[in-house]
C-alpha cells in the first residue's frame, strides 16, 4: 500500500507521517512545493508541485503514480487541498471532490453553503480591502474582517466602530500586498470577509469522513477567551467538559456542515462557537490539525499494545481500512502553542528544563529558531513552539500547560531599523 502526503516543504507533520507509515506497514509518496531546479533537495524522492499551478502539478504526480501506484491521498495543510482532491478524482482513489475541496478553503463560499444547509452564520458580505466600507448598509458591529484564504487566524480583526474598521481594512489590506502572501497565489488574495462577531466559546473538532459519515476522533476546548481584537489560538485540551447533549449537538452541526461543503472522505478539522446564539460553525478544512499539534492526540487499537498516532489512524484510513476499532485515549491531554509576544528577533530561550520538569508535562519543542525574525497575529503566522501535557482531568492538563510556559523566557530583541536617505 502506498499513500501521498501533499505538503509545503515547511510542514511540520512530515516526519510524522513517516514514522506512523513505517509502524503501519505503508510506503510513502510526497508532492511538495519544494526546488524544481534542484534534484531532490529534501532528499525524499518528492514530486516538485505548484500548488497554484494544479493542471501541470496534477500531470507531474499521475506520472509518477504510474510507476509508483497510489492507494490514497492526504493533503497536509490548507494549500494543498484542492490540488488532493483533484489527484484522488484522477486516480479513483479516496477523497473528495475538487468543488468541495475549494469550499472548504474559501471562507465565503463555505458560509454561503453553511446558510443554504440551513445552518446559522453570521451577516457576512465580501469586500475590497482597497475600499472604504464604513457606509455599507449590511454593517453592523462589533464585526470582524478577515482574509478569504489565509488560515491560522491570520489576518483575523474585530472591529468595535468604524475607526477600528478602517484601521483593520488598511492593516489588511498591507498584509495581503506581502510578498510572502501575494506567493501562495490561491486566487484569494484582493478580498476580504466581513461578518459579525459571534459571542460564545470556541471548540475544535477533529475527525474523519468516510463515504460522507463523520467519525469523531476528539473534541477539543479552546479554554482561552477568543474575544478580539486577534484571535490567536493558544491552548487546546482534549476531551471536553461540555455535557454530553452540547457535544452531540455540535458534532451534529460539523456532520451537516460537511454535508452542506459536499466534503466525503478524508480528514476533517472543524472549528465552531458556542454561544448564546446557537452553534455557528467557523469552519470545516479538509486536512488534519495542523503543526505539531496532532503530537497531543494518542489512539489505542483492540488487541494491540502501544499507542498510535493520528498520522497512522489517517494512513490507515486513506488505504480504505475500518477505524472501528480506534479509540483515542482515556486521560486528558492538551497543547499550548506558544504566542509570539512582540516582533523581533528571538535571541535565547530559558527556562526549558524547568518548565519540563512541571509535572504533568510530555514534553516542550521550541520550533523558532535563534535569529529569527518572530512576528505576532495578525500578520504572523507561525508559533515560538508547543508544550504538551497530560493528566487525570482538563483542569490539571492546563494548569500544567499555563505553569510551564509561566518557566519559559524569551529575549527577543528589536529588528533592526533600515537606515533612511
Keep these: 500500500m502506498r499513500v501521498l502526503i501533499l505538503s509545503t516543504t515547511t510542514g511540520y507533520q512530515l516526519r510524522s507521517f513517516g514514522d506512523?507509515?513505517?509502524?503501519?506497514?505503508?510506503?510513502?509518496m510526497f508532492a511538495t512545493d519544494c526546488c524544481h531546479q534542484l534534484d531532490d533537495p529534501w532528499r525524499d524522492g518528492a514530486v516538485?508541485?505548484?500548488?497554484?499551478?494544479?493542471?501541470?502539478?496534477?500531470?507531474?504526480?499521475?506520472?509518477?503514480a504510474r510507476v509508483r501506484p497510489l492507494d490514497g491521498v492526504i493533503a497536509v495543510g490548507d494549500r494543498p487541498v484542492v490540488l488532493a482532491a483533484r489527484v484522488a478524482e484522477a486516480l479513483g482513489v479516496r477523497g473528495?471532490?475538487?468543488?468541495?475541496?475549494a469550499a472548504s478553503v474559501n471562507k465565503s463560499v463555505a458560509r454561503s453553503r453553511l446558510a443554504g444547509a440551513g445552518l446559522p452564520v453570521p451577516w457576512f458580505f465580501e469586500a475590497d480591502p482597497a475600499a472604504d466600507i464604513s457606509a455599507d448598509p449590511r454593517l453592523q458591529f462589533p464585526c470582524v474582517v478577515k482574509p478569504l484564504g489565509l488560515s491560522g487566524s491570520r489576518g483575523v480583526i474585530r472591529a468595535n466602530d468604524p475607526a477600528e474598521l478602517d484601521a483593520a481594512r488598511?492593516?489588511?489590506?498591507?498584509?495581503?500586498?506581502?510578498?510572502d502572501v501575494r506567493a501562495i497565489r490561491s486566487g484569494l488574495g484582493?478580498?476580504?470577509l466581513v461578518e459579525g462577531f459571534i459571542e460564545g466559546r470556541?471548540?475544535?473538532?477533529?475527525?474523519?469522513?468516510?463515504d460522507g459519515a463523520l467519525r469523531i476522533l476528539a473534541v477539543f476546548d479552546k479554554p482561552d477567551p477568543l474575544d478580539g481584537p486577534f484571535f490567536e489560538e493558544t491552548i487546546y485540551v482534549t476531551p471536553t467538559d461540555r455535557g454530553p447533549g452540547e457535544q452531540q449537538a455540535v458534532i451534529e452541526h460539523i456532520g451537516?456542515?460537511?454535508a452542506a461543503l459536499g466534503l466525503a472522505n478524508g480528514p476533517v478539522h472543524a472549528e465552531c462557537r458556542v454561544g448564546p446564539g446557537g452553534i455557528f460553525i467557523l469552519e470545516i478544512a479538509a486536512r488534519p490539525i495542523g503543526g505539531l499539534c496532532s503530537r497531543v492526540l494518542r489512539f489505542t487499537a483492540h488487541g494491540e499494545s502501544g499507542d498510535v498516532s493520528l498520522e497512522e489512524v489517517l494512513l490507515r484510513h486513506a488505504v480504505g481500512e475500518d477505524l472501528s476499532r480506534y479509540e483515542r485515549e482515556s486521560r486528558s491531554a492538551g497543547v499550548m502553542m506558544i504566542p509570539i509576544p512582540k516582533r523581533g528577533t528571538l535571541k535565547r530561550v530559558t527556562g526549558l528544563d524547568a518548565a519540563t520538569a512541571v509535572t504533568g508535562v510530555d514534553d516542550v519543542r521550541i520550533t523558532a529558531k535563534t535569529d529569527q525574525l518572530l512576528e505576532p497575529l495578525p500578520e504572523g503566522a507561525s508559533y515560538l513552539g508547543f508544550i504538551f501535557a497530560r493528566g487525570a482531568g482538563s483542569k490539571e492538563v492546563l494548569g500544567a500547560l499555563k505553569e510551564a510556559h509561566d518557566q519559559l523566557h524569551f529575549?527577543?530583541?528589536a529588528p533592526i531599523a533600515l537606515a533612511t536617505r
Excluded at 52 to 64: F, G, Y
Design 190 to 192: 484582493d478580498t476580504i
Design 256 to 258: 451537516r456542515g460537511a
Design 96 to 101: 473528495n471532490t475538487p468543488a468541495a475541496a
Design 202 to 210: 470556541e471548540f475544535a473538532i477533529e475527525g474523519v469522513m468516510t
Design 170 to 179: 488598511r492593516r489588511l489590506r498591507a498584509l495581503l500586498s506581502r510578498p
Design 48 to 64: 516538485a508541485v505548484r500548488f497554484h499551478e494544479e493542471d501541470a502539478s496534477l500531470r507531474a504526480i499521475v506520472d509518477a
Design 411 to 413: 529575549e527577543i530583541a
Design 20 to 28: 506512523a507509515a513505517v509502524r503501519a506497514g505503508i510506503d510513502l
